[in-house]
């Protein structure tokens, strides 16, 4: 999966920080009466990508009978290209069935 960083205040970013407001449920169970194991596998991934992050707000943002998107707030270190300045920064984290996106929010 590629992970792809975009600013927070780019149109993108404004997407996909509107989209990540949807709450359908924080586990399968509440999204799903029955489940494969490709889905739980790829939800396990998931919550593997929300402690990488340190992330919290974990919640399944949208489903259908064969993908499911989830989004959570965390943080992670990031190498300003100009200055070369590590800083840790404020993230929302999207993962759909093929992308990862991480938003920058403070930029």
Not at 17 to 41: H, P, T
Not at 82 to 96: D, K, R
Request: charged share 25%; proline share 1%.
């Amino acid at each position: 999966m590629e992970m792809t960083i975009i600013k927070g205040s780019t149109k993108r970013g404004q997407n996909l920080i509107d989209g990540a407001r949807f709450n359908k449920g924080e586990k399968l169970r509440e999204v799903y009466s029955s489940w494969s194991k490709a889905k739980e596998e790829a939800y396990e991934h998931c919550k593997a990508r929300q402690a990488f992050f340190k992330g919290y707000n974990f919640r399944i943002t949208g489903s259908n009978c064969n993908f499911f998107s989830v989004a959570f707030e965390g943080e992670m270190e990031y190498v300003n290209p100009v200055t070369g300045e590590v800083t840790v920064e404020e993230v929302l984290v999207v993962e759909t069935y093929c992308n990862e996106y991480v938003v920058l929010l403070n930029m």
